[in-house]
């Protein structure tokens, strides 16, 4: 075990695959100097130019290159550098590389990833901030995975290279320093498994990247006051845990969901209606979702950290629905 | 650079040294693109009979380029196209009826029936995709370059798509990165003139869409005339080759046209009589013939050669007409690798 930041654990991940399959290429922008987030460093050097490639900034080419390659053998790890860019290729992401097995009749198989560094709170302004899981959760076809710590960020990016369906990784750019311990061996998180980091009888509160951790203080906070909380950080959202929602529900009867994306629509809110239609009868208050803002995130400090959700809302919210 | 000059003047060359016996591999050629033409009227017949659903875009006129392409590649060798991909798929020699099943929508389809006109695909015969995204497979046409050389093949790609792509920024972005890394990539655009309902000229600042633009990326550009199979097959062999021994990138622009309209829906009357009129009379099936009966070609044989491609187009529709519509289970077969569709647990 050793001690990594989110940042490094990009790093220990990618590197972990490459030495064991030789398939496992990376291609995007600045990759040969290490990366903008210098999750790339040092791999250039340790796996050379077969296998670490600096694209031009294309990023309809860099997934496009990406999904060819894996259709003809290689394992590809494309690198979008703010999931925001994403808006520039969702043709080659959503109506290619999401569709081409089923639209082949299961010809093509699709083993990709997509990394990018994703989430507001760092005074990124507003096209370099968003949380846009959601976007991909609407095409059927894409997996996706947020990790909320260094270790699951080695491990997820380990299944999800090992994956024969194109995985979106979404890192939340201000968890990159961030430190935990991280398994030194061969360390793989299975893609649709959530985890329980807190047990508690009273509230499940429902996380996903850095919003687990405001999750994780809230309950600390709430267990002062003699509320018990269980934290589930659903990790991936496709395949999503449903049961693991599900079977916390029914012991706990109450339920907020915490997501960064804006309230107008987000992963919480399928979560929700899958919780109402399925869990109806195990609830003892309203399926509630604590979220960003419904605006285009601001700049200013003072500005963003009001539109992003935070840990005084998730107790605000839980006490509202332990007191009903 | 472009070499248009030279490119004719290596057909003339070769038409010339093709003076004397007609060979096995021209009556080949012939009958090729006889079944391409002859596929693409069985299914503007089925379509006129409501036999046939959503849209089919049809490259009656165009059968030189894929024909051509087609000849000079090897079975290791990959192909992806566009929604005008028919003649593509028959090139590389997918069973027709498989193609006819697919957009019959049948079982029996290449894709089971999941992806239709628009979305042909035969792993098996190299050809990676129709795309219906104009300008999309460029880039993912380049990938599939990138990786064979990065298997340590000499496996050469070729990337066919029409001169409205030339537009979109998909084209440059991949003209440049297949420049960049060098892959072995060949960029065939089939210039029939017309960006669906409009010509391409008409929105476009320069007067070769796709060659002239080449220069721009450091790729060398040929210009062909798409409608005369001799001359297409001898570029395509040469930039083949060329590829194939690792120069890089090469771009072809294939002049040729399109004879109906951009889709069924359109009966392209946007366009004035005498330009189809003179365009028919350059029809490259009808000019390829010629050019094998002035070769001392039998035109018996020659009829036998047509009779026997409408034969086995026929034999094709009637299987596929024949096999039974998807069981609408397969609906939720493939999303994923374990074959299923399941998104949760």
Known sequence: ?324 | MTRSKTASADAAAEAEAQEGEVTSGDLSLLATMLRMRAFEQRIYDAFSENKLRGPTHLGIGQEAIAAGFGAALEPKDSVLSTYRGHDHVIAVGAPLDQVAGEILGRATGLCGGKGGSMHLASAHHGHYGCYAIVGAHLPIACGVAWSAKLRGTDEVTVCFFGDGTTNIGAFHEALNIAAVWKLPILFVCENNLYMEYTRTSEVTAVERPAADRAASYGLEALVVDGNDVTAVLEVARDAVAAARSGNGPLLIEAITYRQGGHSRADPGDYRKEDEVAEWLTKDPITAYRKALEDRGADPGELDDVQAKAGAEVEAAFESAFGAPFPDVLQAHTDVWADGGSAWRN
Not at chain 1, 41 to 49: A, D, S
Not at chain 1, 69 to 90: K, N, Q
Not at chain 1, 121 to 133: D, K, M, N, V, Y
Not at chain 1, 172 to 185: I, M
């Open chain 1, 1 to 324: 075990m050793a001690e990594l930041s989110y940042r490094d654990a990009v790093i220990a991940g990618l590197a972990q695959e490459m030495e064991r399959d030789e398939r496992v290429v990376l291609l995007g922008e600045d990759l040969v100097s290490g990366g903008v987030f210098k999750t790339t460093k040092g791999l250039y050097e340790q796996f050379g130019p077969q296998r670490v490639w600096t694209t031009p900034i294309s990023e309809q080419a860099i997934p496009g290159c990406a999904m060819g390659a894996a259709m003809t053998g290689l394992r590809p790890v494309a690198e979008i550098m703010f999931s925001d860019f994403y808006a520039t290729c969702w043709d080659i992401i959503a109506n290619e590389i999401a569709k081409s097995r089923y639209m082949s009749g299961g010809q093509f198989s699709l083993p990709l990833v997509v990394r990018s560094a994703n989430g507001g709170g760092i005074g990124f302004a507003t096209q370099h901030s968003q949380s846009l899981e959601n976007w991909a959760m609407c095409v059927p076809g894409l997996k996706i995975a947020a990790p909320s710590n260094p270790a699951d960020l080695k491990g997820l990016l380990a299944a999800a290279i090992r994956s024969d369906d194109p995985v979106l990784v979404f890192e939340h750019k201000a968890l990159y320093p961030v430190k935990g311990d991280v398994p030194d061996d061969e360390h793989i998180v299975p893609l649709g498994a959530a985890a329980v980091l807190r047990r508690g009888i009273d509230v499940t509160l429902i996380g996903l990247a850095r919003t687990v951790g405001l999750c994780t203080d809230a309950a600390a906070e709430l267990a002062g006051s003699g509320i018990e909380a269980t934290v589930l950080d659903l990790r991936t959202l496709i395949p999503l845990d449903a049961q693991a929602v599900l079977t916390s529900v029914a012991d706990t009867g109450r339920v907020v969901i915490v997501e960064e994306n804006p309230k107008q629509l987000g992963w919480g809110a399928g979560v929700a209606a899958i919780i109402a239609e399925e869990a109806f009868y195990d609830l003892d208050a309203p399926v509630t979702r604590v979220a960003g803002a419904s605006v285009p995130l601001p700049f200013a400090q003072s500005l963003e950290e009001e539109m992003l959700p935070s840990v005084d809302e998730v107790v605000d919210m839980v006490q509202k629905l332990v007191a009903m």
